[in-house]
């Protein structure tokens, strides 16, 4: 079974701090990594997504990292906060055009984010 | 803005019980999904479909079946619930877009307690 391992399950960043989420993956055929964002009570929805041919993307406060050679991959919130608290979930999936099943999205197992004041 | 909506958001059955979970996305995607979330375990693919009428397992289909005989509406359902399928079920859609970026649209979710 394809695999997106995420650590650490639980994050506790005092505000203005930097919040690190790490994901590694196994199947070399992904060449999508998105990271969704869940509020409690609600479905996640998509924060920011990068695909293998940049090492890096920015959104905001938000940062994706991505290195292909380990196959790993990273979500950073710079500047956290309380707004911020949500779980965090990784995702992996081949290219849309890559054939059959591809417009499925593997998920890591979430990491809940508390910034605190 | 693209809008799926599940048909409840908290429901109570009792084991045995047949149990039918609905979703409705009104952006004409092609891609439907059931999810359940589990603290721990994250989100799993129960069942998924991409065009009216088909349907494809997902990781963990056992106890569970789909229908889509309508584009817009993807159901779920539980042909004998049972206490381990108490859980959050998540739907989510996508749609098939020349460069894009396979993202899936999730509803609020609803919280299945099987009694």
């Known amino acids: 079974q394809q695999q997106v391992k995420q650590s650490p399950q639980s994050l506790i960043v005092q505000k203005g701090g930097i919040s690190i989420i790490n994901c590694a993956y196994e199947?070399?055929?992904?060449?999508?990594f998105p990271w969704y964002q869940q509020f409690p009570g609600k479905g996640p929805a998509l924060l920011i997504a990068?695909?293998?041919?940049?090492s890096e993307k920015k959104e905001g406060r938000f940062t994706i990292s991505f290195n292909k050679s380990a196959k790993q991959f990273s979500l950073h919130i710079m500047d956290s906060q309380p707004g911020d608290s949500a779980t965090y979930f990784c995702?992996?999936?081949?290219?849309?055009?890559?054939?059959?099943?591809?417009?499925?999205?593997?998920f890591g197992k979430g990491t809940k984010l508390s910034v605190i004041p | 803005d693209v809008k799926v909506t599940q048909s409840s958001r908290y429901l109570v059955k009792r084991t045995g019980e047949k149990v039918f979970l609905e979703c409705v996305q009104d952006?004409?995607?092609?891609?439907m999904f059931w999810y359940r979330q589990d603290p721990g375990l994250g989100l799993r693919l129960i069942y998924f479909?991409?065009?009216?009428?088909?349907?494809e397992k997902g990781d963990i289909p056992e106890g569970y079946s789909v229908s889509r005989e309508k584009k817009e509406r993807f159901s779920l359902i539980l042909e004998s619930a049972s206490t381990n399928q108490t859980s959050m079920y998540l739907c989510?859609?996508?749609?098939?877009?020349?460069?894009?970026?396979?993202?899936?649209?999730f509803g609020p979710g609803t919280r299945l307690t099987v009694l």
């Open positions: 989510a859609s996508s749609s098939l877009e020349a460069g894009g970026t396979n993202e899936q649209f």
């Open positions: 199947n070399t055929a992904f060449d999508y």
């Open positions: 990068i695909r293998p041919d940049v």
């Open positions: 995702a992996a999936s081949t290219d849309i055009y890559s054939g059959a099943g591809s417009y499925q999205l593997t």
């Open positions: 952006m004409d995607h092609e891609n």
């Open positions: 479909s991409y065009d009216v009428k088909m349907k």
